[in-house]
């Protein structure tokens, strides 16, 4: 019996020693995406755009000698989902940073907990001006703000549009509200007059009731801000309704996938985008490439975004030279990055500055870039 407990004992030890050795040749990292809810697929392809990054990373050898490993969680979009999601990643998975969370609501909250945790989080889509603005060293977004795209696209959404009489129709969360600050401010500046302003859920799909307190305000252009079946649905019902008038919006609005949900309703629509396939670089060939033949279908502007915080988390983790999270935190801050959209680097308050959004309507079954402009530091 002594034996058999020793040889049980004996066991066991082996695999611990066994397991330990397993994680220490590899190096976790977290993401929080929206994997079910109503961006559901906004987040599944961001997801899916970090795992391309990743397979590159690691074919290459890894970072310091080791595998990355990806664990995803989702967050659903919804703050106190996302928060719960992502202390598990760092309590029990122990992650070394976190990617995430879409949402610029979920993406706050999430910031909050690694603040706490004192553990880097990366977002590539959230966009939400108040996340750079609360002294969180920690918080890093790779991607513009509603408040530059305003500030930086407002003359030429006017130029594109010739409109004087703007309604908004926003999602219902710091997303949406940031929009209606930033271009409306923008808009006004420049002569437009504000005529209505409407704000749905993101898990909405009717959009009837908001869209004809608009008609009844007479505007000559729509500006909204959503996902892939929010702008659809918005672009879509707009046009069912009578609304002939220019839509101007910030999120999937003229997109691959967007085209297909919108069917006709193609015209007349201007997207700003944070990345379009027609970028002539060999990097994005290769992309695209590999995730076509990773996911059988094109990637999104969400799945652009994946693949360039996974990048940049990975390039930080190498001059890092350690997953220490102070030495990685400093890393990322010394981040200078030549991406799918061009240059990224971080001003001091983890706002990245020097890469490009284009202005782009849909034609004869593709994206066609009206205007590329370069996100300046601020």
Known sequence: MRMLRESILAVALTLGVTAAHAADAEIVVGAVYPLSGGVSYDGQTELNGAKVALEEINAAGGVLGKKIKLVAEDGACNPGHSVTSAEKL??????????GALCSSATGAVSESVKKYKLPLISGVSTAERLTETGNPWFFRATT???????SLGKALMEISKAKRIAFIVTSDDWGRSAVKAYGDALK???AQIVAEEYFDRNDTDFTEHLTKIRAAKPDAIFSVGGFQNAGNVTTQARQLGLTVP????????????????????????????WVPEIDTAMNKKFMDEYQKAFKEAPTKFSAAGYNTMHILAAAIKRAGSTDPEKLREALAQTDYESLMGRYRFDAKGQAYGFNVYLVAWKDGHSLVKQKVEIAKQ
Do not use: Q
């Not at 703000?145 to 500030?151: K, P, Y």
């Not at 101007?248 to 919108?262: H, I, N, Q």
């Open 90 to 99: 760092i309590t029990n998975d122990h992650v070394v940073a976190i990617l």
């Open 145 to 151: 703000t509603t408040s530059l795209n305003g500030a």
């Open 189 to 191: 500046a420049l002569g």
């Open 247 to 274: 839509i101007l919006g910030e999120g999937a609005f003229c997109s691959a996938t967007w085209a297909k949900l919108v069917g006709s309703f193609t015209d007349n629509v201007t997207g700003i985008i944070e």
